[in-house]
């Protein structure tokens, strides 16, 4: 198989057979979470102004009062991370190029510097809580081999598009299938892992608060 | 001080070409190929030795495009080259004779050069319902390939239908086409893809051969390396504008018309190995994207099932074609998990007994 | 597996719902429900870490009632949970929870943690896997009435040594009246104050009130154990002891669970609305205080600070009544830092107390109350749950510290008005 062959199967065969099964996991992992069933809360509720499952949804943003000097790495960390990842996603020409042939909506993108920046503080950042991950005796208890291939997998799709952009290392070619196959690897765990907290997060925000809200707890 | 060393030149002033030219071609020749000055003489003593290596030429499934691209090459006119320094004993596009007559040339030239001939072959082998879509005299071309490629010292490719089966092995492949390579595994395949490949090409390659007996270096795809082993994009002249982000977003627009990087317009320069950039085409005049238009990628296996030829290489090929088949056997999927769960809760819930305080203590009586 | 086992894999397959599921699934193991836990923060072991405390309950939800999951057990990919599992998860959820919830507000994720502990205690409790102290405890309750084994009649002494030493009357089983009180085993033989403090303020506010002979503990170690059906039972004396006096509102006493197991669980747990309204003795008298019923006189001087009790704050939801009332009854009143729905448990919540196993642990977790208490230089203690308040007397006293107990309600009676007796103009 040629690198041309390669990267046609890539970027044909195997992004739809990824996005597949992206869109089969999250259409089966949502109705199998979200279809078990819940009991209402039958109790006398208390209602004060600023406490909603909404509210929570939103406020679960924000660290807690202290909390984030007892873990500034995981709050820093996950902040600067998930908002790189958001931007490098969503804010990079060639990426709002390919929203554009997918569903027609585009925006402006962020010059390329500014991403390569980005780029940059999130890959260190991502490595950053990796290390915590690793050093910490309470992380590292509470971590298994899916956190850390978890890790990779996020990580590589940013790294790969970095490399590709920039044409480092490889050949462009081998690195553009790289950067494709690193999206797919993650599309198709997407559902299936942890990864998926992108879903439940804010359904399980919104049963919390709501769970609180009822007792006039602004959680 | 290369005059004295080039006896044979005679030979050549008699075809007409100037010594002068023809020793330009040789030493341009050898360069092309990045070897080292000494094969430019090599290639001269070669070509006008007297003895010819003969050369068979057969078209298979095929368009005539390999042929058309050789006969137009120029310094010297290589259909010069070919009728003198080789031998070109049999092609059925340049043969005077036909039919019986033709046939009858072709065995006895194996027979008289048998292991000794050149075998060039453009056109993929169609496979399916044993080979009756493409036949010469009754005779499959599989028959035909199989037969000629016995006696013959090497075989070459010619063109991306013989390299890797090119249009006719385009989806869905109806006739069941096949590359040479696949097929011959016993003789040195030298592949030459390109639809056309570059003139320039073919006649190197040729040349090499009939000096030093054997193929130039391969890659891994056994294409000559000195005409293969740098991709379109690595040489472009355009490559400037794609370091700086510049591009053409259509073939109208400005950047089309200020010369800007092709590669959003599905210019597959990036992933094609060939010289286009280099050598060039129509006597070095120019090539596709010098002209406007993006690479296409021919000369890659495949190129025909790779999708549009104006989509950029980056953008995935309908990445959400089974997308509403996914989600609906995802919804299929889930929509067993909801029921298998809620039965599973139901029992669950039935089966409940009330617990009494009596249970809190069970375990340690077993 | 034996047959309680069976039913504690059942009951938990009874009881795990979609919030639970979209809470184990949105787990980013990030740690931060353990920086919230006074277990993981006083030890800094990280077995404490509320999430990791739900193990078997992840499992047994992935194995159950997701595919990838049945098919990884089908396979023997995953581990089916068993009953030693459970024996081993024995001090994870019961002796180093007192379901304080303080991760269930923390969490990035919005995982309600602590009600996923409550769920996970319900099948370990029917395997026979709860600690023998709150097994006991339950015993008592549901064979004498009160989990200390105090009897109606150890009550009504109790009421008759009041009435010789204050001349207050409280009113018993008085059908139609406007509260009904219950009240905690633990202050009918610890802080018989409580009692003399209620009957004065409701002299004061001239309310009408009982307690009622059928329904007297307001404690509910059904909740604690984490037994429904049992919890259930006991939470249904009250409100049948409620709704034939048909009183209007039933004050819980100072005690955070029964608090929260009568407030919030009990409709559930009986599956229909109450007939009656539910409200803390410190709601009840921040309401007197709006109505101007509550009038005191005098401040406490000396500088005071508040143990949020985690029952009545965050998972109750009484967080302002009781600072109001304070600022009436105190001049020097502090907030210790982490006050209100981000309080600190006193460490004996969620029957730790009852539980002999956990003692050590407790008593190294009071550490963080300790350092709290000394963070603001606190000469007075209040709080509102007679149960804290035995815990952080403990916990003092093991941690050589002197800081005067006290509870809201008898602080505020301290300071009450004393109007002339009879009070009929």
């Not at chain 2, 008699?14 to 430019?40: E, K």
């Not at chain 2, 007996?213 to 040489?235: I, M, N, Q, S, W």
């Not at chain 3, 709860?130 to 109606?152: C, F, N, Y």
């Not at chain 3, 048909?246 to 955070?256: A, D, F, N, Q």
Request: glycine share 8%.
């Amino acid at each position: 198989m040629s690198e041309f062959q390669w990267l046609s199967w890539i970027r044909g065969v195997g992004l739809q057979s990824a996005v597949a099964i992206f869109c089969m996991g999250i259409v089966w992992r949502t109705m199998e979470i979200y279809t078990l069933g819940r009991k209402l809360d039958i109790a006398e509720p208390r209602r004060i102004s600023g406490a909603s499952g909404w509210h929570t949804i939103y406020r679960r943003f924000l660290a807690p009062l202290g909390m984030i000097h007892l873990d500034p790495v995981t709050y820093i960390g996950g902040y600067v991370f998930h908002l790189g990842l958001l931007i490098v996603f969503f804010l990079s020409e060639p990426h709002i190029h390919l929203i554009r042939e997918l569903i027609g909506l585009s925006w402006p993108a962020l010059p390329p510097s500014m991403i390569d920046i980005v780029t940059i503080v999130t890959l260190i950042t991502m490595i950053v809580v990796l290390v915590d991950r690793v050093r910490k005796p309470l992380k590292r208890f509470l971590s298994g081999f899916g956190d850390y291939v978890l890790w990779v997998i996020t990580f590589l799709p940013v790294l790969s598009g970095y490399l590709t952009v920039h044409h480092l290392l490889l050949p462009y070619t081998i690195l553009l299938a790289l950067h494709m196959i690193s999206v797919e690897v993650l599309l198709i765990v997407f559902p299936f892992t942890k990864l998926f907290h992108a879903v439940t997060v804010w359904p399980s925000r919104w049963f919390n608060g709501n769970t609180n809200a009822r007792k006039g707890v602004p959680v | 001080m290369e005059n004295r060393e080039i006896e044979p030149l005679e030979s050549s002033m008699v075809h007409g070409v100037s010594r002068r030219t023809f020793l330009q071609y040789c030493a341009t020749l050898a360069s092309l190929m990045a070897l080292p000055s000494s094969a430019g003489v090599a290639f001269s003593k070669a070509l006008s030795s007297v003895s010819r290596p003969p050369v068979i030429w057969l078209s298979f499934q095929d368009c005539g495009g390999c042929t058309e691209s050789l006969i137009r090459s120029n310094v010297p006119t290589l259909e010069d080259l070919l009728f003198n320094s080789l031998s070109l004993e049999y092609h059925q596009a340049f043969q005077i004779s036909a039919g019986i007559a033709t046939e009858a040339a072709r065995k006895d030239v194996v027979q008289k050069n048998w292991g000794k001939y050149l075998l060039i072959v453009d056109g993929s082998i169609p496979m399916k319902e044993e080979g009756v879509y493409s036949t010469t005299a009754g005779v499959s071309h599989y028959d035909l390939l199989m037969e000629m490629a016995k006696g013959a010292a090497a075989v070459i490719a010619m063109g991306t239908c013989a390299v890797s089966g090119g249009l006719s092995r385009a989806y869905p492949n109806p006739t069941g086409a096949t590359a040479i390579s696949r097929l011959i595994k016993d003789k040195p395949v030298i592949n030459l893809p390109g639809c056309p490949p570059i003139p320039v090409v073919m006649t190197g390659v040729l040349i090499y051969y009939l000096t030093f007996g054997a193929f130039p270096e391969l890659d891994a795809l056994g294409r000559p390396k000195a005409f293969y082993g740098e991709t379109v994009h690595d040489r472009c002249y355009r490559r400037p504008f794609y370091e700086q982000g510049k591009f053409a977003k259509s073939f109208d627009d400005e950047g089309a018309r200020q010369g800007w990087c092709l590669f959003e317009l599905g210019c597959k320069g990036h992933i094609t190995h060939n010289a286009c950039s280099t050598k060039k085409w129509n006597g070095a005049v120019s090539f596709p994207i010098e002209s406007g238009h993006g690479c296409l990628g021919c000369s890659e296996p495949g190129f025909l099932d790779t999708g549009s030829f104006y989509r950029a290489l980056s953008l995935p090929e309908k990445p959400i074609g089974h997308a509403v088949n996914a989600l609906m056997a995802g919804a299929m999927v889930g929509g067993s998990m909801f029921m298998t769960n809620r039965g599973f809760k139901m029992v669950a819930a039935h089966t409940h007994l009330p617990s009494c305080v009596a249970d809190l203590e069970k375990e340690s009586g077993g | 597996m034996s047959a309680s086992f069976h039913r504690a894999v059942n009951v938990l397959k009874k009881m795990i719902d979609t919030p639970i599921a979209s809470y184990f699934n949105s787990c980013l193991h990030c740690g931060l429900c353990a920086e919230a836990c006074l277990f993981y923060t006083e030890t800094g072991d990280p077995k404490y870490a509320p999430i990791y405390k739900l193990e078997p309950l992840r499992r047994l939800y992935q194995q159950e009632y997701t595919l990838m999951g049945r098919m990884a057990r089908l396979f023997g990919l995953s581990r089916p949970v068993t009953a030693t599992e459970f024996e081993d998860w024995k001090t994870l959820v019961y002796d180093s929870c007192t379901l304080c919830g303080r991760c269930s507000l923390v969490c990035p994720t919005g995982n309600d943690i602590v009600s996923m502990v409550k769920c996970l205690r319900e099948g370990m409790a029917i395997a026979g896997h709860a600690p023998q102290g709150m097994i006991d405890v339950t015993k008592r309750t549901l064979e004498t009435g009160s989990p200390m084994g105090i009897t109606w009649s150890a009550l009504q002494r109790k009421i008759e040594n009041i009435k010789t030493e204050t001349g207050l009357e409280i009113p018993l089983n008085q059908e139609g009246a406007e509260y009904m009180l219950v009240i905690s085993s633990l202050e009918i033989a610890h802080f018989p104050g409580f009692l003399t403090a209620v009957s004065k303020i409701m002299r004061q506010a001239k309310k009408t009130w009982t307690l009622c002979s059928d329904a007297f503990e307001a404690s509910n170690s059904g909740v604690h154990i984490g037994v429904s059906d049992i919890a259930k039972e006991i939470v249904s004396r009250i409100v049948a002891g409620a709704e034939k006096l048909r009183v209007k509102t039933v004050i819980s006493s100072e005690c955070g669970h029964a608090f929260t197991a009568l407030r919030w669980d009990g409709p559930n747990l009986i599956e229909r609305p109450y007939r009656f309204r539910v409200r803390h003795i410190v709601e009840v008298l921040d309401e007197f205080r709006k109505q101007g019923l509550l009038q005191t006189i005098g401040h406490e001087e000396a500088r005071l600070t508040f143990h949020d009790p985690c029952q009545l704050a965050r998972m109750g939801g009484v967080l302002e009544p009781q600072r109001k009332l304070l600022k009436m009854v105190a001049s020097d009143f502090v907030e210790m830092p982490d006050s209100g729905e981000y309080n600190w448990c006193c460490g004996g919540g969620g029957g730790v107390s009852d539980n002999e196993d956990a003692k050590e642990l407790r008593l190294v977790a009071f550490t963080r109350k300790r350092a709290q208490l000394e963070a603001v230089n606190a000469r007075r203690l209040v709080t509102a749950c007679a149960n804290c308040r035995i815990v952080l007397g403990e916990g003092m006293q093991h941690h050589q510290m002197n800081v005067p107990l006290l509870g809201l309600t008898e602080l505020i009676a301290n300071y009450l008005l004393e109007t002339t007796a009879g009070g009929t103009e």
